[in-house]
Structures are given as structure tokens and as C-alpha cells.
């Protein structure tokens, strides 16, 4: 019986091809040179964790693939996980903001990600990124329809518009990446409030040029008015950067600093507006101008004081953290 056995073996064995997997066998020994190197085919079997076994055309073998990865999972991108205040360093918390923030140490592109995620940084971003690209629109349109070379009376207003699209282009990348790290988030608000400051030279520009009244024109205050908006440029913006190392140890006296960085470069720019609003009431009546100035200062008090006092977020905290909110369970670890 068991010489039927091993004779069927060896006949199937020879059947199989040349090289034979038992050793010592006579009949392979003229094949032994072709099939140096080779496996015997039924070794090619192994099973392969994570693969797929198939089977081929090849006489007893079995060829394994890997699995084909779906083309959605390879073009998908996940969204950054977001955390509570609780769960960043003391550096990022916002007053009355409870919900929303992003990792600490975000990548770029984790940052770029955040723009289509509600998180309490993403209007603050829209809000900016979007008027830059209006303002671009009418600063392009009006360099197309002015001959800007030979017509320096608009050189004043291309200033205060190139200066209006930097603003907001740098205030949306620094609300955007600074969440990258702690230094990353000094970085991108010191060059914020650069940009805003830019801002506030650019307006004064324009005002020396077109909004001062008569009784200005070639006066001590017109000659010094654009040099002093120079200076107080450069020291708003020092002093503005100065307040973010105070945030954490003094934060009444940082809001204090900031607050004054601002008021006083924009009281000093709008002293030609508030004498043509105050000392000449009959003007507003003839200039359209005028009218549009009393909406603006309007607006700027009322943002300044929402600003200053935390309103409505102090009030009712996690309430206007951002429209929707999606908490993890498993996104509840420290840094």
C-alpha cells in the first residue's frame, strides 16, 4: 500500500515539471542547472497577511495581489480634528471662546484645510480673504481706466488702495497659520498689525491729499501731518507687538496697550474728518462725501467698543464660538 502511495507521488512529481521538491531524487539531476534558483511551485502558496489569494493560470500555483485601493480614498483629505479650550496651551485661548480651536501645532496644510471647517478662526478669515479680493478688483479696474504715469493727482489714491488690499491679504494669512505653533502665532499677528497700521498710513495719505479742509491746505499741520502718520506707524506697530507678552501675565494692561496702539494713529489720520464733521456741520449737507465719513466713524466706534469688551462672546460664552459645532469623544487629549 504504501509502495502504491509514494509511487503516485513520484509520478505526479514528474508530471509537475523538472524540478521535484523532495531531495535526492535521480530523475532531476539532468534539470538541475535550469532550475537553479527556482521554488518548488507549491511553496508559492504562502499566504501573505493583508493580500488577496487568487488563482492563476499557472498549474498549481497560487498568485497573490495586493488589494486595489479605491481612487476616493486616495484623493480624500480629512479635516483637522478640533479641541476645546481646555485642550490647547493658555497662548491660544480666546475670552469667552469655548470650542473650535485647532492644533497647536498644525501643519500648513491642516491650516489651508481649516478654511472649509467651521472653526472660531473661520470668519475671521472669510471676512478678510474675501474683501481683499474686491478691493484687488477695484484697484485693477481703476489702473485700467488711469493713466497713472502722467495723472499724479491719483497717485495718493492708488497708495491708499494698494495698502487697502495688503490689509486684509495679511490679516487672513495670519488668522490662517497661526495655529502652527506658539512662536508661529506671534509672528502672524505681529505682521496683523503691521499690515492694519499700513493700513492707517495709507488712509492718512489720501486724506492730506483729497479730504482736508481750506483752512488746512499749506498750514504747519499739513506739512507735518503725513511725517508725524509715519511715526506713529512705526510705534503703534511696536507698541501693538509689545502687548502680545503681556497677554498671559498682565492681560488688562496688554488689552489697555493695544487698544491705544490703534485709537491714537486713528484719531491723529481723522482730525481733517472730524473738523470738516464738527466744525463745518453746513458741508455735509453739499458733499456726499461727508455723509459716507459719518457711517464710517460710526462703524469704527461701534467695532472698537464690541472689540474692547468681548461682547457678545463675554456674555454668553460658547455661544458664538462658530455656527456649528462637532465634538469628538476621541479628541480629548492635552498638549
Known amino acids: ?56 493560470w499557472r498549474r498549481g500555483a497560487t498568485v497573490h495581489h ?3 485601493q479605491p481612487s476616493s480614498e486616495m484623493l480624500s483629505l480629512k479635516l483637522p480634528r478640533l479641541f476645546s479650550i481646555d485642550q490647547v496651551p493658555q497662548v ?13 501645532q498644525s501643519s500648513a496644510t491642516a491650516c489651508v484645510l481649516s478654511l472649509f471647517q467651521m472653526t472660531n478662526e473661520t470668519l475671521n478669515i472669510w471676512t478678510h480673504l474675501l474683501p481683499f479680493w474686491f478691493f484687488v478688483w477695484r484697484f485693477v479696474t481703476a489702473l485700467y481706466i488711469t493713466d497713472i504715469q502722467n495723472d499724479s493727482y491719483s ?27 506658539k512662536n508661529a502665532r506671534h509672528i502672524c499677528y505681529f505682521l496683523d498689525y503691521g499690515a492694519v497700521n499700513l493700513f492707517s ?9 483729497y479730504s482736508l479742509p481750506d ?13 508725524l502718520a509715519v511715526m506713529n506707524t512705526i510705534l503703534s506697530t511696536g507698541l501693538s507687538c509689545y502687548s502680545r507678552f503681556l497677554e498671559i501675565q498682565k492681560p488688562g494692561l496688554c488689552k489697555m496697550l493695544r487698544i491705544l496702539a490703534f485709537a491714537y494713529p486713528y484719531t491723529w489720520d481723522s482730525l481733517p474728518i472730524f473738523y470738516r464733521l464738527f466744525l ?18 460710526a462703524m469704527t466706534l461701534l467695532a472698537s467698543f464690541f472689540y ?6 463675554r456674555l454668553a460664552p460658547g455661544r458664538f464660538d462658530y455656527i456649528v459645532l462637532i465634538v469628538e469623544p476621541s479628541s480629548r487629549e492635552k498638549f
Open 201 to 209: 498710513l495709507g488712509s492718512a495719505i489720501a486724506y492730506s491729499a
Open 92 to 104: 491660544f485661548h480666546e475670552q469667552g471662546i469655548l470650542f473650535g480651536y485647532r492644533h497647536p
Open 1 to 56: 500500500m504504501s509502495g502504491t502511495v509514494r509511487g503516485s507521488w513520484d509520478s505526479a512529481v514528474s508530471m509537475a515539471g523538472p524540478c521535484c521538491p523532495g531531495g535526492g531524487q535521480t530523475r532531476c539531476s539532468g534539470n538541475s542547472r535550469a532550475g537553479r534558483g527556482k521554488q518548488p511551485w507549491h511553496r508559492l502558496a504562502t499566504r501573505i497577511p493583508g493580500h488577496v489569494g487568487t488563482l492563476s
Open 215 to 227: 483752512v488746512m491746505v499749506c498750514t504747519t499741520f499739513h506739512d507735518y501731518y503725513v511725517p
Open 280 to 297: 463745518l456741520p453746513g458741508e455735509g449737507v453739499q458733499n456726499e462725501a461727508i455723509l459716507n465719513h459719518q457711517k464710517h466713524m
Open 155 to 181: 497717485w495718493p489714491l492708488f497708495v491708499y488702495m494698494g495698502t487697502s488690499c495688503v490689509y486684509p491679504l495679511v490679516s487672513s494669512c495670519a488668522h490662517t497659520f497661526s495655529s502652527m505653533s
Open 308 to 313: 474692547s469688551a468681548h461682547l457678545p462672546e
Open 66 to 68: 495586493r488589494p486595489s
